[in-house]
Structures are given as structure tokens and as C-alpha cells.
T-cell receptor, first 114, second 117 residues
Framework: KAGVTQTPRYLIKTRGQQVTLSCSPI?????VSWYQQTPGQGLQFLFEYFSETQRNKGNFPGRFSGRQFSNSRSEMNVSTLELGDSALYLCASSPVGENTGELFFGEGSRLTVL | AQTVTQSQPEMSVQEAETVTLSCTYDTSENNYYLFWYKQPPSRQMILVIRQEAYKQQNATENRFSVNFKKASKSFSLKISDSQLGDTAMYFC??????????????FGTGTRLLVSP
């Protein structure tokens, strides 16, 4: 079974631009969540999607948004990029219903904002 | 709100030795999960071990075991017979146990473990 796939793996943007990151969950996993990892703030929850609905959102500005498609693939978007948005963005999927709590992570998309 | 604290930013150990990583957490919840995740350099985060709060028995996975003390809210990870491949960042994480299925991890700041020959 293929793991969680995130694209692109690396990208460089400039301030003010926007970016879209993609995540394909493990087949059969219907929950997708996103985390931001930075040296200063550590790992922080962005949002979680299930059945195309955002179930919860972390404490991030409205510039951060996401969506989930009917095939459970998810995208997150960051508009009007700031230097502080430079981070590793991790996507995780889980098999909702098993209630094990385990999340399966992708390798991440490393965003650099210049 | 839940918080997870890892007080050891870095640790080092020699191959074949045993090392213990510390983690404390704060919550008013009674039902929850605790995890240790491993993030090797430039590689994806993977689950090392998982503990359900209602279980008194400490979880073990091969060379990895935990010391879970619910009353004092501590959750340490012991790695026995350390191997070079254990070199990684280790994150302690907390998750409320919810019937809704919504799952959100609260992470500690991590402990960087270096295993040397």
C-alpha cells in the first residue's frame, strides 16, 4: 500500500505570492490533517478534513486554507506569503473509524519564502 | 488546552546502550492517547509506540518501551540496544480520544537523539 504522498517536496516563493500544496492519503484513509513544522514554533496543527468537510482548524490566519476532494486528496493554500511561512508542511492521514489515534505522515513539502 | 513538554533538546548515546527520553504532559482529559513519533533526518515521521491512557500496562514494541505514569502525567521512552538507525528527532505527542473521530496531535518540542558507533 502506498504511503502518504505530498507534492511538491520543495519549493521557493517570494513574499506576496501564493502557494498550493497537495496531499494524497493512504488508500482508504478518509481523514487528512495538516501540520506546520518550524524550528521556532515546532509542530503546529493547521486543519483536518473528513468527507470534504473541515472539522477543525488551528490558530492560523485566514491566509491559510485547505480543501478535500471526493477521493480524499487534500490541498492547502497559503496566500500573500510572508517570510514566517517558511516551514515544512506535513500532511497526515488516518483511517477514521478505527479510533487508534495513529496518524500516518508524508515526507512533507518544504516551503522557502524569500 | 493540552500541553506536552520535552525537557531534553538533545541526547546522545553509544550503539548498544540504553537511553531514556522524557516527556510530561498536562491535560484535564481522562481518555487520551500518547505517542512517540520518530523523524529521521529528511525523512518522514513514523510512529514508534502508542499508549492508551486507560491501560495501566506500559506499551512495548521490540526495543522500545514506555514508562507511563498517569497520576504524574509523565510518559518516557526507553530505547534499548540503541542502533545507528535510531538517530532522529523524537516527538512526544498527545491526542484526546474522541468518538467523533476527529484527531489532532499536540506535539512536544522534540528531542534530537544521536547514536554514535
Amino acid at each position: 500500500k502506498a504511503g502518504v504522498t505530498q507534492t511538491p517536496r520543495y519549493l521557493i516563493k517570494t513574499r506576496g505570492q501564493q502557494v498550493t500544496l497537495s496531499c494524497s492519503p493512504i488508500s482508504g484513509h478518509r481523514s487528512v490533517s495538516w501540520y506546520q513544522q518550524t524550528p521556532g514554533q515546532g509542530l503546529q496543527f493547521l486543519f483536518e478534513y473528513f468527507s470534504e468537510t473541515q472539522r477543525n482548524k488551528g490558530n492560523f490566519p485566514g491566509r491559510f486554507s485547505g480543501r478535500q476532494f471526493s477521493n480524499s486528496r487534500s490541498e492547502m493554500n497559503v496566500s500573500t506569503l510572508e517570510l514566517g511561512d517558511s516551514a515544512l508542511y506535513l500532511c497526515a492521514s488516518s483511517p477514521v473509524g478505527e479510533n487508534t489515534g495513529e496518524l500516518f505522515f508524508g515526507e512533507g513539502s518544504r516551503l522557502t519564502v524569500l | 488546552a493540552q500541553t506536552v513538554t520535552q525537557s531534553q533538546p538533545e541526547m546522545s548515546v553509544q550503539e548498544a546502550e540504553t537511553v531514556t527520553l522524557s516527556c510530561t504532559y498536562d491535560t484535564s482529559e481522562n481518555n487520551y492517547y500518547l505517542f512517540w513519533y520518530k523523524q529521521p533526518p529528511s525523512r518522514q515521521m513514523i510512529l514508534v509506540i502508542r499508549q492508551e491512557a486507560y491501560k495501566q500496562q506500559n506499551a512495548t514494541e521490540n526495543r522500545f518501551s514506555v514508562n507511563f505514569k498517569k497520576a504524574s502525567k509523565s510518559f518516557s521512552l526507553k530505547i534499548s540496544d540503541s542502533q545507528l538507525g535510531d538517530t532522529a528527532m523524537y516527538f512526544c505527542a498527545f491526542m484526546k480520544q474522541k468518538n467523533t473521530g476527529f484527531q489532532k496531535l499536540v506535539f512536544g518540542t522534540g528531542t534530537r537523539l544521536l547514536v554514535s558507533p
